[in-house]
């Protein structure tokens, strides 16, 4: 009789044991699933909140744009007129939904020595430089076409590259004028182009001059912050320029007039090339 209760007990103690581990092995299980489920759910609150997130961007856009008669946009069609700083102010407007407004302070025929003088003196440049959002430059030009003038037919590698250190140097000078107004906004150096091209094709110091000359510009705006190059130089210069000038004589991005400054159709290749860059830097202008 003592045997069979000892058994009972024994079986009894038993069941207990194997209902406890299982009833514990249940609700670790449902605690182990509980809190996967709440990591999952807490990852999808992260990814949801990471997708709405938006980053806050400006709604109005001021483009100052400072130069020779690129920036002033010599050349262009009456239809558009104002060079490619018209159509770069349109392309931002409609590109990012902003309201985007420019002031041209483009002057043809300025050296670079003469747009320095403009930003030491001129107070609605220096009104328009510190709530500038983009700013863009181009000068060079001009300065080139002095030394060609002066030198003529005697110019030689030795004068343009002369001439070209003196350029770089007043180049340094004339964006950090730029950045004492405005210290942030992403300045767009624009190089300067052969028009040239069709009529010294086979004169290889001529066309190699351009491209150290601009070279020698890229280098100066990677110095400055936030400044970018932006190369216009091959633009003028494709085959089917070359073929096209074999037909009529004429570059056919060139405006009729003179033969130096681009058309509309060339003012629209330099805008594109411009655009490109500002769209590759619009953290700096775009967002607050």
Do not use: C
């Amino acid at each position: 009789m003592k045997k069979k209760k000892l058994w009972i007990f024994v079986i009894v103690v038993v069941i207990l044991l194997v209902a406890g581990t299982g009833g514990y092995y249940v609700f670790n299980q449902q605690t182990n699933l509980s809190q996967q489920q709440v990591k999952k759910d807490n990852l999808k609150t992260n990814e949801l909140s990471q997708k709405k997130k938006v980053v806050p961007k400006k709604s109005n856009i001021q483009i100052v744009a400072i130069g020779d008669s690129l920036t002033e946009g010599i050349g262009d069609s009456k239809s558009v007129g104002g060079g490619y700083v018209t159509r770069l102010t349109k392309r931002v407007a409609s590109k990012y939904d902003v309201k985007a407004t420019s002031d041209n302070f483009g002057v043809s025929g300025n050296t670079s020595s003469q747009i320095i003088d403009r930003i030491s003196f001129d107070q609605k440049i220096h009104k328009a430089l510190p709530k500038a959002d983009i700013i863009t430059v181009t000068v060079g030009g001009n300065d080139f076409m002095h030394l060609l003038k002066k030198k003529g037919m005697d110019l030689t590698q030795k004068d343009i590259q002369k001439e070209q250190v003196a350029f770089d140097r007043r180049l340094g000078v004339l964006l950090a004028d730029i950045r004492h107004y405005n210290a942030n906004a992403p300045i767009y150096l624009v190089g300067i182009y052969n028009p040239f091209s069709i009529y010294l094709s086979n004169v290889e110091d001529a066309t190699q001059a351009f491209i150290d000359w601009g070279e020698g510009s890229k280098a100066v705006a990677k110095s400055v912050k936030n400044t970018y190059y932006v190369d216009i130089n091959d633009l003028y210069e494709t085959k089917y320029v070359q073929k096209k000038a074999k037909k009529t004589g004429t570059n056919p991005y060139l405006s009729n007039e003179d033969h130096f400054h681009p058309n509309g159709t060339g003012y629209d290749m330099m805008t594109d090339q411009i655009f490109a860059q500002v769209q590759n830097t619009k953290k700096e202008w775009l967002n607050k």
